[in-house]
């Protein structure tokens, strides 16, 4: 029999944490660097700038999600970016994933967010199969854009 149980990660989890989250970065194709990843979620947590919901069977960290809050001007209430999404590849099938989600929901419900958005990429197979399992549904009606802060892509000022 498995115990499994999900619940909030702080900075004392931080070296359980951080392989996890490594794996998730090369997993959308980034090098490894447990340095850097240590130090950006050390900074996160102090900051009090995201939550983070780990998933653990027979008290070993199997998945985690990362929540940053975030508002809706035009609805007048806070609701939760997922940034980040991940599993051990092993435990995958499992509904660990779903489970994670579900959880986010339920949080976001009983603080009255507004809701719970996310992005992964249209060759995230899982991904996109797993959330609009568990009611998220695909936005038609915006246009998403983003800057990408690189020199290359600084506007020329002639222009």
């Known amino acids: 029999m498995h115990s499994t149980f999900i619940r909030i990660l702080g900075l004392p989890d931080i070296k359980i944490l951080i392989p996890l989250f490594?794996?998730?970065?090369?997993?959308y194709r980034q090098p490894s660097d447990k340095v850097a990843a240590e130090k950006f979620i050390r900074e996160r947590l102090s900051r009090n700038e995201a939550v983070i919901y780990g998933y653990f069977i027979n008290d070993q960290l199997v998945g985690f999600t990362l929540l940053y809050p975030?508002?809706?001007?035009?609805?007048m209430k806070p609701f939760y970016l997922l940034n980040d999404l991940f599993v051990l590849p092993e435990f995958r099938n499992k509904q660990v994933g779903s489970a994670l989600l579900r959880h986010c929901q339920s949080i976001a419900r009983s603080k009255n967010h507004a809701g719970i958005m996310l992005e992964t990429e249209r060759t995230n197979e899982i991904g996109n199969h797993v959330y609009p399992a568990v009611g998220f549904h695909q936005i038609d009606t915006s246009n998403f854009y983003f800057w990408d802060n690189k020199p290359e892509n600084t506007p020329d000022p002639k222009q």
């Open 22 to 27: 490594d794996a998730y970065r090369q997993f």
């Open 70 to 75: 975030l508002f809706s001007s035009v609805r």
